[in-house]
């Protein structure tokens, strides 16, 4: 049980794709003035969300199999 806890933890701290400081790209697009952060969030936040169904089938197929 405490290995799926990191497994679920080490993955979703690499879930930041929504913020502007999240990742070094993200700082450099943000800088630029070119993209607002509305628009950020937008696609950011799809990315985080299927990041997230993607780890919890990765850890449940681990648990139950």
């Given at each position: 049980?405490?290995?799926?806890?990191?497994?679920?933890?080490?993955?979703?701290?690499?879930?930041?794709?929504?913020?502007?400081?999240?990742?070094?790209?993200?700082?450099i697009?943000?800088?630029?003035?070119?993209?607002?952060?509305?628009?950020?969030?937008?696609?950011?936040?799809?990315?985080?969300?299927f990041?997230?169904?993607?780890?919890?089938?990765?850890?449940?197929m681990?648990?139950?199999?």
């Amino acid at each position: 049980l405490i290995e799926l806890l990191c497994f679920q933890t080490l993955f979703v701290a690499t879930l930041g794709f929504c913020m502007p400081a999240g990742t070094l790209p993200n700082v450099i697009v943000f800088s630029s003035g070119k993209i607002s952060i509305r628009e950020m969030i937008r696609s950011g936040l799809m990315i985080d969300i299927f990041g997230l169904v993607l780890i919890l089938l990765i850890t449940c197929m681990r648990y139950y199999f």
